[in-house]
């Protein structure tokens, strides 16, 4: 299995955020025009002030104010161009990942881990969008940088010279200083997936841990806590390099003007006017460089987000069939569902072989009932898994209805099957199965089901799906019901249900979707129930046994499986 922790071998380049950006070509023009008129306003503003300030005529007020406007206008509309550009980003990324998530093999998505999933959804596309959303005041602060060292070179060349010697000084101790806190900011992003693993332990097992003291007590002080303090040391490291770097500009702008006013032999030189506006166009440049200093961070952020989202190794290229899935080789009865030296391995963290599956040869036919039996861990799921197409065999060929199932048409095979899977997700709505007859079915299952008095079906949505894992199963199953698919899986559907419901799964509802001429594969341990099937496939340790079929319940362990209901 692919190892999916590691973060930023994926080199991701800063220019893919402007590539990000072009998408929109006309908004960015748009942006940057009116954020390049906003910054050459903003120097044209301080010609106006200098001027003012050297002269006993004062320049007219008229376009002083007239300017001031213009300046705030076209730097508003260049940020609010922007930001629609950032939304606009912030919604492709979130849908285009959630995409190629639902796209990658599972086998892919269990390597990552839902933690490092939800924070590429979260947090990463976040402060992406924040890395974009700081573009116009980059055009803007660069601009008003280049027209203040525009207006300074007509003041005087020499001074020009320093200034621009000054600024080189200026960039190149900047990087010196925050050249470790991309790699810190790594560290930390590194730390947060670790971070998000121990949210979800809080909000999937906070029963387990409030059952146990010490296990939280643990948990709290030394697992969350590690986690935690990682990601604030990282993070303290880099900000306080940011920070000091930030400093050290500012300091900068103090000390440049104190070299040419009281160390430089131009000093002497410089006419009062010129020295005015001198000090006044360095001590404007400290607003412009301020800015782009403290968007450095935004950025490094963004890039390492590309960095982590990256990693994950997730195909861009999500195939057109994935947009609209419609079942391969539809006809009006299920086909034939061939394995032939089907095996599946599962890998090892320990270097060794780990489990194996297979190989299997197997034959499901239309219209069949099959009962999928064996002990934990003997490949019951993972034949599902197989069968269903959500993993691909590693040796041997799945064929249906005489045509073999491979990657080109694996997501169109899948749509042949209703599936119940042992741990059901159960989501709030009815989600393209809503309207018609299908919610009057679904009014009337909510009723069989003895669900009814628990929740209704309001405009497709669930009232609630705060119920008990044996209601919410149910629920599921209504759910699968509702898409009248040729085959039905059920993994171990009826393991939580009461005595009653689990009676009726098996006499009433496996045998009515067997009447509808659907093919039903049921993993279970419910022996009492083994001679409904028409057959039942036993796993033992990843091998399947000869086919068992079964004319009389397993009268050995009804018994005991009568304890296990009471």
């Not at 010129?274 to 490094?300: E, M």
């Not at 939580?496 to 093919?519: H, I, N, S, V």
């Amino acid at each position: 299995m692919r190892d999916c922790s590691s973060i930023g071998k994926n080199r991701a380049s800063p220019w893919r955020l402007w590539r990000m950006l072009t998408a929109s070509k006309f908004m960015l023009a748009l942006s940057v025009a009116s954020g390049l008129a906003a910054g050459v306003g903003n120097g044209w503003l301080l010609t106006f002030i200098n001027r003012s300030l050297a002269q006993d005529e004062p320049a007219s007020s008229s376009a002083f104010f007239g300017l001031c406007f213009a300046v705030l206008f076209s730097g508003a509309l260049s940020m609010i161009s922007m930001s629609r550009i950032a939304q606009e980003n912030l919604l492709a990324l979130r849908l285009g990942l959630s995409k190629r998530i639902l796209s990658a093999p599972l086998s892919s998505l269990r390597a990552c881990g839902p933690h490092r999933l939800t924070a590429a959804l979260t947090d990463d596309v976040n402060s992406i969008v924040n890395a974009q959303e700081a573009v116009p005041l980059l055009v803007i602060e660069i601009s008003k940088l280049v027209a203040a060292l525009v207006y300074l070179a007509f003041l005087s060349p020499g001074l020009l010279a320093f200034v621009l010697f000054f600024l080189v000084f200026g960039v190149a101790s900047f990087r010196l200083l925050q050249s470790p806190a991309t790699g810190w900011l790594t560290l930390a992003r590194k730390a947060e997936n670790e971070l998000f693993d121990h949210f979800r332990s809080i909000t999937d097992g906070h029963k387990e841990l409030k059952m146990d003291a010490r296990r939280r007590r643990v948990f709290l002080d030394d697992e969350l806590r590690a986690a935690a303090a990682a990601v604030k040391h990282w993070r303290n490291k880099a900000w306080a390099v940011f920070v000091l770097s930030d400093r050290w500009g500012h300091s900068l702008y103090f000390l440049l003007v104190g070299a040419v006013l009281f160390l430089s032999p131009m000093a002497a030189q410089i006419s009062r006017s010129d020295a005015t506006g001198f000090a006044l166009v360095v001590l404007f440049l400290s607003g412009p460089i301020s800015v782009i200093v403290h968007a450095v961070p935004a950025f490094a952020m963004g890039v390492v987000a590309l960095r982590n989202i990256e990693s994950l190794e997730l195909d861009e290229d999500v195939e057109p069939e994935i947009e609209n899935a419609t079942p391969a080789f539809v006809s009006s009865t299920p086909s034939m569902i061939e394995l032939i030296g089907v095996a599946y391995r599962y890998a090892s963290d320990h270097g060794d072989e780990g489990y194996r599956l297979g190989p299997l040869n197997l034959a499901l036919s239309p219209g069949e009932l099959v009962f999928v039996t064996g002990g934990n861990g003997s490949g019951k799921t993972t034949l599902a898994l197989l069968l269903v197409g959500l993993v691909p065999p590693d040796e041997g060929e799945i064929r249906f209805g005489g045509h073999a199932i491979v990657d080109a048409n694996r997501e169109s095979y899948r749509q042949n099957f209703s599936v119940v899977f042992a741990d059901a997700y159960v989501f709030n709505s009815l989600m393209g199965y809503a309207g018609g007859s299908v919610s009057s079915r679904a009014d009337e299952l909510l009723r069989i089901l003895e669900l009814d008095h628990k929740l209704r079906i309001e405009d497709g949505r669930f009232s609630t799906i705060d119920l008990s894992r044996g209601q919410r199963k149910r629920l599921a199953l209504l759910a699968a019901y509702l898409e009248d698919r040729p085959i039905y899986v059920f993994d171990e559907w009826a393991a939580e249900q009461d005595p009653q419901f689990r009676e009726f799964f098996y006499r009433d509802m496996l045998p009515d979707l067997k009447a509808r001429g659907k093919t039903v594969i049921v993993i279970t341990h419910d022996d009492r129930y083994f001679h409904l099937a028409d057959r039942r496939l036993h796993l033992t340790m990843g091998r399947l046994e000869d086919d068992l079929r079964d004319d009389a319940p397993a009268r050995g362990h009804e018994k005991s499986q009568e304890t296990a209901d009471a």
